[in-house]
């Protein structure tokens, strides 16, 4: 079973930068990928970026694409989400998930707050 422990948001001005983290713990070894999802108050849950353990496939949405960075640290069983060029429109909460199988998404963290003021 993973364990998955956020860090990094907090309140950033528009233009600003932040760096996600998302430690990963347990059976990191069944791990197929790790994806970043986010919501914002009143919306519903949207995918941002994902990247499978092994590095070879990596996916983001169409918002993020140019802006965010999704890497991963294999020594130390993280993955990270850098998010450049913020804008007010990115506020959400930020969850990291792994995905044990190739088709779903089956451990959640516990989400980090990310507000970009104008």
């Known amino acids: 079973q993973a364990q998955l422990v956020e860090s990094g948001g907090g309140l950033v001005q528009a233009g600003g930068s932040l760096r996600l983290s998302c430690a990963a713990s347990g059976r990191t070894f069944s791990t197929y990928a790790m994806g970043w999802f986010r919501q914002a108050p009143g919306k519903e849950r949207e995918f941002v970026a994902s990247?499978?353990?092994?590095?070879?496939?990596?996916y983001y949405s169409d918002s993020v694409k140019g802006r965010f960075t999704i890497s991963r640290d294999n020594a130390k069983n993280t993955v990270y989400l850098q998010m450049n060029s913020l804008k007010p429109e990115d506020t959400a909460v930020y969850y990291c998930?792994?995905?044990?199988?190739?088709?779903?998404?089956?451990?959640w963290g516990q989400g980090t707050q990310v507000t970009v003021s104008s």
């Open positions: 990247k499978t353990w092994s590095g070879a496939r990596t």
């Open positions: 998930a792994a995905d044990f199988s190739g088709s779903a998404w089956d451990y």
